[in-house]
């Protein structure tokens, strides 16, 4: 075979490719994709292999359900100012639980300011083993009943102390319901062995001047 026959048939192998490649080449480099290893894939003389792409890494998503929470409960307790002289400090507390804002807010009250509160110089006049009895709720009206654990102890000026802290801590959290204090069940008119009178519902006046 002459130089010029071989370059004839190579011509025409030349074009035979080209001719199959033109009409099938996505078919044959779909089948030859489907049926050869990956690094053999990646030489596809067809050009047809689809480009492989990484897994997509996702970034941790923050919970949809994860709101802001708001510190907006105030719970009144007693600090002292730059004279000695007791003041009314509001502490911002925020609701976790299913209570309503008032039953929250006083038995946060109860409880007394915590740790960090104290090291401030924070603290309360209610007497720690005071308990919430019952609170009902209606729409215009509350009545917070207590133990008489909240009477004892301490002379007039520490009673006058622990119902305005019963009274600034339900009116800031009452949202517009009228608010009595019942202690033992009993609508507390009186209280404390000096007999402090309470004007109800609570108001910030209710104790008078």
């Known amino acids: 075979m002459n130089n010029f026959s071989k370059i004839v048939i190579l011509i025409i192998i030349v074009l035979s490719v080209l001719f199959v490649k033109d009409n099938f080449g996505d078919n044959i480099g779909n089948f030859i994709n489907k049926h050869t290893p990956f690094e053999v894939q990646r030489k596809n003389p067809f050009g047809t292999q689809k480009e492989v792409k990484k897994p997509e890494v996702k970034k941790a998503e923050k919970s949809e359900n994860k709101s802001k929470i708001e510190k907006d409960i105030k719970i009144y307790y007693l600090t002292l100012?730059?004279?000695?002289n007791p003041i009314y400090k509001p502490i911002l507390r925020a609701n976790l639980g299913k209570e309503s804002r008032l039953e929250?807010?006083?038995?946060?009250?109860?409880?007394?300011?915590?740790?960090?509160?104290?090291?401030?110089?924070?603290?309360?006049?209610?007497?720690?083993?005071?308990?919430?009895?019952?609170?009902?709720?209606?729409?215009?009206?509350?009545?917070?009943?207590?133990?008489?654990?909240?009477e004892l102890g301490g002379g007039t000026d520490?009673?006058?102390?622990?119902?305005?802290?019963?009274?600034?801590?339900s009116l800031a959290n009452a949202q517009g319901r009228k608010v009595y204090l019942h202690i033992n069940g009993k609508q507390a008119d009186f209280v404390g062995g000096e007999g402090i009178m309470v004007t109800q519902p609570l108001k910030e006046n209710s104790l008078g001047e």
């Open 81 to 84: 100012d730059k004279n000695s």
């Open 104 to 150: 929250y807010s006083i038995r946060e009250l109860l409880k007394g300011p915590d740790l960090l509160e104290k090291s401030k110089g924070t603290y309360s006049e209610i007497p720690s083993a005071t308990k919430l009895l019952s609170i009902t709720e209606t729409e215009k009206t509350a009545i917070i009943n207590l133990s008489d654990d909240f």
């Open 158 to 169: 520490s009673i006058y102390s622990r119902l305005m802290q019963i009274i600034k801590t």
